[in-house]
Structures are given as C-alpha cells and as structure tokens.
C-alpha cells in the first residue's frame, strides 16, 4: 500500500496549491479519502474528506470556502485545492485512506505559507 503525495511547497499568503495524493495497494474507489494536517507543536487535524461515493465530509470552519477536496477513482488520486492560503495554513499534510477495516497514511508533505 503507497499513498503518495505530492504539490506542496513555499507560497505567499493569498495564493493557491493543489496537492495530490496518489494511491496504489488497496481498492481506492471503496476507500473514504481525507487530508489531514499537522503544524509544529499541535494536534493532527482533518482538513477535508470525501466518501466512496464522491460526496465530501464537512469542512472545519478555518478552511471552509477556501479548500476543496476532490477525487478521481479513475486515476486512484484524490486532490485538495487550497485557495486564498494564510499562514496559519503552514503544517504539513497527511494523506489518509480508511475503509474496509483499514487505514492507510502517506508520508506527508510540507506546505508553507509566507512572506
């Protein structure tokens, strides 16, 4: 089982990235996927989450109207977009796949918002 993600990096407050979370090993399409974050010296948190069947979990108020969690079944990928990013948007962000019993995390991957 791989999760792989991908798209982070340094931006300016303001802007936008999408990550990517590309996955291999298990029965994607039957998997609730989710983005998951974590900020030096606090607690991991979701982010954002979509079911099998495509609809997504409510957004915790400090990203709703700006994040936007997708997926392609097709391509076994799931995204996140992330506009209008602020500082306290810096951690780093964990892909995660739970279903049939199972949870599976990616190795995470650091997005920095500054100046």
């Known amino acids: 089982v791989q999760l792989v993600e991908s798209g982070g990096g340094l931006v300016q407050p303001g802007g936008s990235l999408r990550l990517s979370c590309a996955a291999s090993?298990?029965?994607?399409?039957?998997?609730?996927m989710s983005w998951y974050r974590q900020a030096p010296g606090k607690e991991r948190e979701l982010v954002a989450g979509i079911r099998s069947g495509g609809s997504s979990l409510n957004y915790p108020d400090s990203v709703k109207g700006r994040f936007t969690i997708s997926r392609d079944n097709a391509k076994n990928t799931v995204y996140l977009q992330m506009n209008s990013l602020k500082p306290e948007d810096t951690a780093v962000y964990y892909c995660?796949?739970?279903?049939?019993?199972?949870?599976?995390w990616g190795q995470g991957i650091q997005v920095t918002v500054s100046s």
């Open positions: 995660n796949a739970r279903g049939l019993g199972r949870v599976y």
């Open positions: 090993g298990f029965t994607f399409s039957s998997y609730t």
